[in-house]
Structure formats: structure tokens, C-alpha cells
């Protein structure tokens, strides 16, 4: 979902919908050949499952085909069924998750438990949080747009780690937030000149629809920033105490969020025959329920590609990777839904990818120098790491 979006957050989130965390020991991924297994699979699959540049460009293309299917299925000029989108989604992914366990491609997914659905239940909620706000805003911006504000979601956790967990922030990191922030408010500076003067806008009308459009995505944008760093935050506390591996937390978030989207569809959103038809026209109807399908098992392609990307690379790469994968996205807002490409934009899109870099750049440099000095106290841990700590032992 965004959030089941590839997002950096210093944190290892999925693209964005942050269902779950990827791990070097998925078991979505099949382990390298022995050689005494002579029923091992053939060379080339063996070549092409090791490969660093396959596992990176498919990460990339699982991650730009995420966001873009969101964005379509939102876009639409009378959409206005979101939480319903969001249960089709977690519903996909479940059964998606299911087949995939009784085929014996999931080994290790461990049997339903009332109790920890009950404590879990929470990080759920703000689960739906996230993934609301963040189809709202995909909803009314564009795809640079709202990949660049996304950025800020970084600079909301950090911070939090530093109120709540004791974390720091270096110099290197700062310098990439306040880039982050520039690359933001050029962005909306651009988006703002383009309504009022760009695309042939000449009526004041036009103009304050345009206007009123792009202030509602950024009111959504803003709640999904602290909804996003909420769930995150929330979820390194409670994490640790569940035991969860990651295909336990994409289990348990989509299957909790299911009866409440849907039970939020019913409440908050006109199902009379009318909406309906609007929602799903009959010219785009079949392509609109086939990205609605795909999107649910999106989730699960970027759960296996973020791993097989770890398994193959490093962290280091894949947070890296992570950063640059920024561009591409943005960029496919470009060609495939004709976002304004103007100097204001460009110039935007180019600032958010530097300061995505200086920020990899800054947290590899400190965990290079955190492994260069003899430990006096317990380090402080990102939340990624600390989770990940967790769950392993």
C-alpha cells in the first residue's frame, strides 16, 4: 500500500506502504544450491537469484510499479472509494499469503494468535492511518510531488528516535534534511506557480480549483508525515515483544486492517448505485479492478525483492539503492500521468534525489564509524535496526 511505497526512513519500511520489513533471511528466498544436490534448480536460474544487478532492478521496477499502480487507481476524476481500494488490497495480500504457505513457498509463518492480534491490534490502526493519508495525497498531488514530501517523513522520525529512543542526529544528517526541506517547498512553490499560470489556467475559477486541489493533498501529505512516523515509532516498541518475523507482521497487519477498512468503507463512503458507477465506469472498469488485484500483490513482490536485494548486496546497498530509486519514481510520474514538467519541478525532483544520496551517504558513514570504535556503552539503535535485532534473537 505505501506506504506500501519503498520509502528510506532510516528504518527498513517497504515502498509507499510499510507492511512489512525486509529481511536477509526471508523465506520467500531460495536458498543457494548445495553442491550435492543434484536436484538442485539449473545454473542460469542459479545465476539470475545471485545476481546483485537483477535483484537491484527488480526492487526498483517492484517499487515504480507500486506507486504507479496506486496513483491510477486513485486518480480517477469521481474516485472517492479509498478505504474500500485499501481493503481490496490487504484482502489480495492475504490470500495471496495463504496459497503461498500452503504451496510451501512460506515456510515459516507462524499459526494464528488471538492474543498477539489483540496486541497488535493497534499498530494496525495506525496502519490504516498511514495508508489512508497516503492515497489521499497520492490522490490529489502528483507523483514527484508527493515522492519529495515523502523525504520529510525521515526528518519526523528521526526526531522521534531522538525524543523517545535516545538517537542522534550527525551533521551530515542535518545538512540532508534541511536539503529535504528546500527540495519540498521548491516543489510546492512549482506546483503552486504551474496552477496559477501554467496549463493554459486563465479563469481565477480554474485557477482557485487548481489551488484548493493541491492544498488538500498537502493537508493529506502533512497527516501521512506524523501518521507514517507514528506507526513506525509505535511499531519499534511493540515489535520486540511480539516476536514477529516478517512475514508474521505482513500477516497480522493486513488481516487486522481488513474488517476495519471495510467496516469504514460502509460508514464513511456512498456505496448508492450511482457512486458506484462513477467509481468503476464501465470504459476503465476491468483495467481499474486488475490494478486493484496487482496492488495487493505488489505488497508481496517488494517484501521478496527488498530481501533479495539484502541477500545478494548488503544493507548498505540496498539503503543506497533505496535512495537512488527516488528518481526513477519520480520520473514515472512524469511519463505516465503527464505531471507538469517545469524548471520549479526539475529542479525539485534533483534536490529531494541529492538529499535522499547525502542521507545514505550520512548513515552509512556513521555506521563505518560506529564499527571503527571499541563500544564503552550499549549503542543506540534506528528503529529498522533495533526491530531486526529483536527479531532474530
Excluded at 146 to 167: M, P, Q, R
Excluded at 264 to 275: G, T
Excluded at 315 to 326: F, H, Q, R, W
Excluded at 367 to 373: D, E, L
Amino acid at each position: 500500500m505505501d506506504d506500501k511505497k519503498n520509502e528510506d526512513y532510516g528504518i527498513k519500511m517497504p515502498e509507499y506502504n510499510g507492511r512489512s520489513s525486509p529481511s536477509s533471511r526471508d523465506p520467500f528466498i531460495a536458498k543457494a544450491p548445495s553442491r550435492h544436490n543434484s536436484q538442485g534448480p539449473p545454473a542460469a536460474i542459479s545465476s539470475i537469484t545471485n545476481s546483485p544487478p537483477i535483484s537491484i532492478l527488480a526492487y526498483c521496477l517492484a517499487s515504480i510499479s507500486m506507486t504507479v499502480t496506486n496513483k491510477y487507481c486513485v486518480s480517477g476524476a469521481n474516485w472517492n472509494l479509498n478505504f474500500f481500494y485499501l481493503a481490496i488490497q490487504s484482502l489480495v495480500c492475504i490470500i495471496a499469503i495463504v496459497i503461498c504457505k500452503q504451496a510451501g513457498v512460506i515456510t515459516n509463518l507462524a499459526p494464528f494468535d488471538a492474543k498477539k492480534a489483540k496486541q497488535w491490534f493497534p499498530i494496525s490502526l495506525l496502519l490504516v492511518g498511514m495508508i489512508y493519508t497516503s492515497t489521499k495525497a497520492l490522490q490529489f498531488l502528483s507523483v514527484p510531488v508527493y515522492t519529495i514530501f515523502k523525504n520529510l517523513t525521515i526528518i519526523v522520525i528521526a526526531y522521534g528516535e531522538v525524543l523517545w529512543f535516545g538517537g542522534s542526529v550527525t551533521p551530515s544528517a542535518l545538512f540532508s534534511f534541511g536539503l529535504m526541506v528546500l527540495s519540498s517547498v521548491v516543489a510546492a512553490w512549482a506546483d503552486i506557480q504551474h496552477a496559477l499560470y501554467g496549463g493554459g489556467v486563465t479563469e481565477s475559477a480554474e485557477a482557485a480549483e487548481a489551488l484548493s486541489t493541491l492544498n488538500a493533498g498537502y493537508m493529506w501529505m502533512g497527516f501521512n508525515v506524523f501518521c507514517t512516523a507514528a506507526y513506525v515509532l509505535s511499531m519499534r516498541k511493540v515489535i520486540k515483544k511480539m516476536n514477529f518475523k516478517d512475514w508474521d507482521t505482513m500477516f497480522y497487519n493486513n488481516l487486522l486492517t481488513i474488517p476495519v477498512l471495510f467496516l469504514c468503507s460502509m460508514i464513511f463512503e456512498n456505496w448508492s448505485s450511482s457512486n458506484v458507477q462513477l467509481n468503476f465506469p464501465l470504459e476503465s472498469r476491468n483495467k481499474l479492478i486488475t490494478g486493484m488485484i496487482y496492488s495487493g500483490l505488489a505488497t508481496i513482490f517488494i517484501s521478496y525483492c527488498s530481501a533479495w536485494c539484502i541477500r545478494v548486496t548488503s544493507s548498505t546497498t540496498y539503503s543506497m539503492v533505496g535512495a537512488l530509486n527516488k528518481l526513477p519514481i519520480a520520473v514515472s510520474g512524469l511519463i505516465f500521468f503527464a505531471a507538469p514538467v517545469t524548471f520549479g519541478s526539475v529542479s525539485a525532483i534533483i534536490i529531494g534525489f541529492v538529499s535522499g544520496i547525502v542521507y545514505a551517504w550520512a548513515k552509512v558513514r556513521q555506521s563505518q564509524k560506529n564499527k571503527m570504535t571499541l563500544p564503552t556503552t550499549q549503542p543506540v539503535m534506528s528503529a529498522s535496526s533495533q526491530s531486526n535485532r529483536d527479531v532474530s534473537s
